[in-house]
């Protein structure tokens, strides 16, 4: 019954995600008038690698939290890749049964906490206390409960939030200079950061390409991000929508009442994949991700003054 649950599941992800970003409701709309399919390349997530203690004992926040996800909804590592100068690692995820049942792979990355100075890692830590642990049981006893697909899968939903509590403006702020991602984790937690639309399986003579989406898009008044990234040799070409603005939730410094601030979510990202040669002769589709590319598009929610 796993692969059900995971469609069903990245189907509820979708349905809350298009509802927030209408630039993906804009790509869904174009797409489907011209008769073709909304495919979906990959789901990424955000994450960050930090341990704090929970009544399971120590929990790291990062990859090994929502890869465990991943592997009790049937998934398996298949990548990783390393961010430097931004402190970032990130890992993909293919399903076995991705071709026949249409399933997106995964990127997961995760901010790499104690390499940031001290007093910021500090308030990170100190934020991110205060997370609920009824949203950290065990995966793999929820999938084993005999209920039906849709309840299973809208329990599972309920870890793509932010598991701690709205953290205060002025840690928002100043976590924000060093570090835009993970500014965006604290208010956003797991929440779906973007999916991609698939150009290769958008099956449509009027959008062929990632360069005649990506325009098409930019017509009907969808702000993109001013470059394709990556070229047919490297396998890879990716663009984005810019990442839509939205009121969220955090502390007020003095009075410690919920206040309302604008802050970027989520962009739109679109997709189209080549055949590389794996050996003479050879050529097979480029399924792996570009970590130049990866780069670039972990910028688009960085906030505009």
Known sequence: MKPEITLHLWKLLWQAYSTRVNHARTYQQMIT?????????????????????????????????????????????????????THLYARHYHHPQEE??????????????????SNIAQIISQTVSSIQ???????????????????????????????????????????N?????????????????H??????????????????TASSLAKLGVPMKAEIEGNVASG??????????????????????????????AYYEIAQRYPVEVEPGKQVLFDAFLGSNAQQLFEMTRLSK
Do not use: C
């Not at 026949?100 to 100075?117: G, Q, R, Y």
């Not at 969220?248 to 802050?263: H, M």
């Open 195 to 212: 999916f991609t639309g698939y150009v290769n399986g958008q099956n449509t003579p009027e959008y062929p390409d990632i360069d005649t």
């Open 177 to 193: 200079q060093v570090t835009q991602y993970g500014a965006w984790v604290l208010l956003h937690g797991y929440a779906v950061n």
């Open 133 to 175: 642990y009824k949203l950290t049981s065990p995966v793999n006893s929820l999938l084993e409960k005999e209920e039906n697909i849709e309840t299973i899968a809208k329990q599972l939903q309920k870890i793509f939030t932010r598991p701690w509590l709205p953290p205060r403006r002025s840690i928002v702020e100043e976590v």
């Open 236 to 265: 890879l070409r990716q663009t984005a929508t810019q990442a839509i603005t939205e009121m969220v939730t955090v502390l007020d410094d003095n009075s410690g009442a919920e206040i309302q601030i604008p802050w970027t979510y």
């Open 100 to 117: 026949e049942l249409n399933l997106p792979k995964l990127f997961i990355s995760e901010l790499i906490v104690d390499e940031l100075p």
């Open 33 to 85: 008038a011209a008769g073709g399919n909304v495919a979906n390349d990959h789901i990424a997530f955000r994450s960050l690698r930090l341990f704090v203690d929970s009544p399971q004992g120590r929990l790291n926040l990062g990859i090994d939290y929502l890869g465990q996800i991943a592997e009790a909804l049937g998934y398996l590592a298949a990548g990783e890749y390393t961010f430097a100068q």
